[in-house]
């Protein structure tokens, strides 16, 4: 069945309400869009887990720090309703900017700010940014409502400050991550990745290795440091060559995001890397019992 397609919120909006009225439960699956497998695998999941599934499509202005990332960011609404449909969606919502932000390109008067997990890691490389996702994301989960909102853990930090965001405004509803979907040879699905010059994109296996590594040293020594770790990550993700520039690789606790001293722990750690690679912003994570045998790498 191919997925009804609107083009504002607010229509969207009324249908949830309907289905609600009807005892439907919502599973709703928040994307920029330039839909792969990997938000196929929530979709699917959604799906399975609720009676309907809300897909939305929306390229958000507010977490795009540079203009120029924003107007290359991939676009294929036919493409992404085809695929959303596939996987089980039953509405896919593609809102207008001006619906979202009445006054853009003037930012919105009221915004959602998330405090210091905004300021670390992606939020100190992209100032701003997790307060435009937290921002969008509170607009969407207020007009679905839905009954469980699912993210990827790609964007660790991101499932993160969502879950923040949606304790904190005590939004009804619960947060699903869901594991990261990787290629034949590792790399984290990212709608980002079509923008790799086949160069770039061996180069960028070379972040999934490093987390290969770290699981590697962490099996022949559970008490290796993470300030071993952290530097096995960086030197094996700069092998990739000179197409890529790392700007972080670093053990943190997977709750704070605090960074890790001393020996690591299984049970709370999570290993974080974001480099450029052939001019693209690229994110991975895994914990410390990550594989490239596996396909997936998954956490509490």
Same mark, same amino acid.
């Given at each position: 069945?191919?997925?009804?397609?609107?083009?504002?919120?607010?229509?969207?909006? =009324?249908?949830?309400?309907?289905?609600? %009225?009807?005892?439907?439960? !919502?599973?709703?699956? +928040?994307? *920029?869009? =330039?839909?792969?497998?990997?938000?196929?695998?929530?979709?699917?999941?959604?799906?399975?887990? #609720?009676?309907?599934?809300?897909?939305?499509?929306?390229?958000? /202005?507010?977490?795009?720090?540079?203009?120029?990332?924003?107007?290359?960011? /991939?676009?294929?609404?036919?493409?992404?309703?085809?695929?959303?449909?596939?996987?089980?969606?039953?509405?896919?919502?593609? +809102?207008?900017?001006?619906?979202?932000?009445?006054?853009?390109?003037?930012?919105? $008067? @009221?915004?959602?700010?998330?405090?210091?997990? $905004?300021?670390?890691?992606?939020?100190?490389?992209?100032?701003?940014?997790? #307060?435009?996702?937290?921002?969008?994301?509170?607009?969407?989960?207020?007009?679905?409502?839905? &009954?469980?909102?699912?993210?990827?853990?790609?964007?660790? %930090?991101?499932?993160?400050? !969502?879950? %923040?965001?949606?304790?904190?405004?005590?939004?009804? *509803?619960? !947060?699903?991550?869901? +594991?990261?979907?990787?290629?034949?040879?590792?790399?984290? *699905?990212?709608?980002? #990745?079509?923008?790799?010059?086949?160069?770039?994109?061996?180069?960028?296996?070379?972040?999934?290795?490093?987390?290969?590594?770290?699981?590697?040293?962490?099996?022949?020594?559970? %008490?290796?440091? =993470?300030?071993?770790?952290?530097?096995?990550?960086?030197?094996?993700?700069?092998?990739?060559?000179?197409?890529? &520039?790392?700007?972080?690789?670093?053990?943190?606790?997977?709750?704070?995001?605090?960074?890790?001293?001393?020996?690591?722990?299984?049970?709370? *750690?999570?290993?974080? !890397?974001?480099?450029?690679?052939?001019?693209?912003?690229?994110?991975?994570?895994?914990?410390? @019992?990550? &594989?490239?045998?596996?396909? @997936?790498?998954? @956490?509490?």
């Amino acid at each position: 069945m191919v997925a009804a397609v609107h083009h504002s919120l607010a229509e969207t909006g =009324a249908a949830c309400t309907a289905f609600r %009225q009807q005892g439907l439960s !919502i599973g709703f699956v +928040p994307t *920029m869009g =330039a839909l792969h497998a990997g938000h196929g695998s929530l979709i699917a999941r959604a799906a399975a887990e #609720n009676d309907v599934v809300v897909v939305s499509d929306f390229v958000n /202005p507010l977490q795009f720090g540079d203009p120029s990332d924003l107007e290359r960011y /991939p676009r294929d609404l036919d493409g992404d309703v085809a695929l959303a449909s596939a996987f089980g969606a039953t509405v896919v919502c593609a +809102p207008q900017v001006h619906e979202l932000y009445p006054t853009w390109p003037e930012p919105p $008067a @009221t915004m959602v700010t998330v405090g210091p997990l $905004a300021d670390i890691f992606e939020g100190a490389s992209r100032p701003g940014h997790f #307060n435009g996702v937290a921002t969008i994301v509170t607009k969407l989960h207020n007009a679905v409502r839905p &009954t469980r909102a699912y993210y990827g853990e790609k964007d660790f %930090q991101q499932l993160a400050v !969502i879950g %923040q965001v949606t304790a904190d405004l005590w939004n009804d *509803m619960e !947060i699903v991550g869901c +594991p990261i979907k990787r290629e034949p040879d590792g790399l984290a *699905m990212s709608s980002r #990745n079509v923008r790799l010059s086949p160069e770039a994109r061996l180069a960028a296996a070379s972040l999934s290795k490093a987390l290969h590594a770290v699981g590697l040293a962490f099996r022949e020594d559970p %008490q290796v440091s =993470a300030e071993t770790l952290n530097d096995l990550m960086a030197s094996t993700v700069l092998a990739g060559g000179d197409l890529v &520039t790392l700007d972080y690789a670093v053990v943190v606790d997977a709750s704070t995001f605090a960074r890790v001293t001393g020996p690591v722990d299984q049970a709370t *750690m999570r290993c974080l !890397i974001t480099a450029i690679v052939g001019g693209v912003r690229l994110l991975d994570n895994a914990d410390l @019992t990550f &594989t490239l045998a596996d396909e @997936t790498s998954t @956490t509490s």
